[in-house]
């Protein structure tokens, strides 16, 4: 059974840069191929999907975060992360990495459990 | 680029049948397979995909959910709704190099 596990500060100040990372168990990052996506909610509002990640290494990003957004891929470690720079209190929201369910399906079936990040001084 | 547009809330009684409609450009649909829906049942929880492909359900999802599309427009039904079915509801488009969710939709089953 695939799963995602996010891991990363909760807490991180004004300006600064946001790293989360994504482990993916029961399963190889490289295997097939897959997006790899990095998914945000604020809190009490609407999903924002904000970038994902072929597993040979090709990104691609939201239009409107792409000057702020990286996203990366590390086969080694079967992980795969983000980072967001110059982060305000906009960004304070619950980060989740996601799988299509299939190969060539367009549909997130695979979630983690979702990491909340706050931005604060 | 903008979220897609649905409704903010729909309601209906048990049994009844409700539709979501997700309103975007034709550059938000111009992906492979471009439509998904999801449902989340709580804030803070995972959202849960129900329709993927535009029409395609994930095993363990009932037939009463259903998607479709037309256009620059994308529809979910729920036939016999349930108390349970009561969610936020959540549209995805695939626009090729990126995707776009819509603003989502509250379903009060009453």
């Known amino acids: 059974q695939l799963l995602l596990q996010e891991s990363g500060p909760g807490l991180v100040k004004p300006s600064e840069t946001l790293s989360l990372t994504c482990t993916v168990s029961g399963g190889s990052i490289t295997s097939n191929n897959y997006y790899w996506a990095w998914i945000r909610q604020p809190p009490g509002k609407g999903l924002e999907w904000i970038a994902s990640?072929?597993?040979?290494?090709?990104?691609y990003y939201s239009p409107s975060l792409r000057s702020r957004v990286t996203i990366s891929i590390d086969t080694y470690k079967n992980q795969f992360s983000l980072k967001v720079t110059s982060v305000t209190a906009a960004d304070t929201a619950f980060y989740y990495c996601?799988?299509?369910?299939?190969?060539?399906?367009?549909?997130?079936?695979?979630w983690g459990q979702g990491t909340l990040v706050t931005v604060s001084s | 680029q903008s979220a897609l547009t649905q409704p903010r809330s729909v309601s209906g009684s048990p049994g009844q049948s409700v539709t979501i409609s997700c309103t975007g450009t034709?550059?938000?649909?111009?992906?492979?397979?471009?439509v998904s829906w999801y449902q989340q049942q709580h804030p803070d929880k995972a959202p849960k995909l129900i329709i993927?492909?535009?029409?395609k359900r994930p095993s363990g999802v009932p037939g009463r959910f259903s998607g479709s599309k037309s256009g620059n427009t994308a529809s979910l039904t729920i036939s016999g709704l349930q108390a349970d079915d009561e969610s936020d509801y959540y549209c995805c488009s695939n626009a090729g190099s990126y995707r776009v969710f819509g603003g989502g939709t509250k379903l009060t089953v009453l």
């Open positions: 993927y492909d535009v029409n």
């Open positions: 034709s550059s938000d649909f111009s992906g492979y397979n471009s």
């Open positions: 996601a799988r299509d369910i299939e190969p060539a399906a367009r549909g997130y079936g695979y």
């Open positions: 990640i072929y597993n040979s290494g090709t990104p």
